[in-house]
């Protein structure tokens, strides 16, 4: 399941990680970097990333030019 590290202070959404592991350390590399250590004022977390619509309709995309060209 694709996890995100996001800090509702500065608004700045983290990379999509395969495991929760990987977000937990984007936390901490934000929390040291821009907060001190400390956890933000607004908050912040590590969420769920439901999957982008994208990739499914890109592949669809490929596979119907894919038959157009063979024909």
Request: overall charge positive; proline content about 11%; glycine content about 16%.
């Amino acid at each position: 399941m694709p996890y995100r590290y996001t800090c509702r202070t500065c608004g700045l959404p983290g990379a999509v990680h395969p495991t929760r592991w990987g977000a937990r350390r984007d936390e901490a590399g934000h929390r040291r970097a821009a907060h001190g250590g400390m956890s933000p004022p607004g908050g912040d977390g590590v969420h769920y990333a439901p999957p982008s619509a994208k990739g499914p309709l890109i592949t669809v995309g490929v596979l119907l030019l894919l038959v157009v060209i063979k024909e």
